[in-house]
């Protein structure tokens, strides 16, 4: 069933040409983690509103969420009707429409989701930001400080990583009330330094193809266990891809079809069989948008010496705006 009143109200939070009020106190991406809380151990409330889950259960034994990196509402409309598991959704389940927080970042969104804070809450915010512990701008998620290279150049002040990221998690709040948590991520970025941090309270499992993850997902999902779980599975491939090649691209249309393909084949099936003690669950965390590599704005052309209006650190090194180029 497509939720009708979810996509009204994020439309009605349009303002000006191409911009959207996040709805925190309603349909959005932060309320997520309270939900997942609320319909594993029901405390609390739902923080998402109850059209969101209309007539399925309030309470279940099995939550499993899947966090697909930038397949946003234009993406899911896009591909609604060619895949079996979108399909599904829309037949069978509840599709909502949901706004990203603000900014509409990977940082802000990978920390909501494993804390349960909002943007506000973490002060993670940007791909890139002023930290005031090391005063140098800083890349959160690498660990390191802006344009370097390499991963956990940050280590080098000194600095314990729990200063730069909140303590909570989502895991160990759930681990205290009796729902173990499982988190399924890329081998590239995990372990990592800020995954130490997030993933306190799961078991983590590394995987080097999504169809590795699925596998060892069915395993313990098909296990007779009927002690309550949660089950995170972030996927990241179909936003790199798009940020290289684009979101109209044949690439990006590949890896979108790799994901799906791989997901009905490998866990369809399961899902189908486990109705009334699981619910499933898919988000993202923003779209993508084609840009024009020749329209770019460069700022120090446009203005010389525009360097000398930015604030700088105690070396002078000039304090570039946070963010990533957009």
Known sequence: MLNTNSINVVNAAKFSQGFTRPLYDSYCFSNIPETIMYLLTGEGRSALPPGALASLPQRYNKVILFFVDAF?????ERYANKYALLKLFLEQGIVSKL?????????????????????????????NYYEPLVDEMISPLLFAYAGDKTRDTLKRAKVPAEAYFPRQTLYS????????????QSAAFTPSTPSNVFFKGASVFPYKQVSDALAQLSHLLQAQNTSPAYYFLYFDTIDLV?????????????????FFTTVERSLFALLQGKRGDTLFLMTAD?????VDGSQTVYLNQHIPGIEGYLR??????PLVPAGSAR
């Open 72 to 76: 946003g509402w234009r993406f899911f």
């Open 99 to 127: 706004t990203s927080q603000f900014p509409s970042t990977t940082a802000a969104h990978v920390t909501c989701i494993h804390t349960g804070l909002n943007v506000g809450q973490s002060g993670i915010y940007e791909w």
């Open 173 to 184: 709040t759930l681990q205290a009330r009796g729902v173990a948590s499982y988190v399924f």
């Open 242 to 258: 798009g940020h290289i090649h684009g979101p109209n691209s044949k690439e990006f249309e590949q890896m979108v079809n790799t």
């Open 286 to 290: 923003h779209g993508q948008v084609e």
């Open 312 to 317: 700088t650190n105690r070396h002078g090194r």
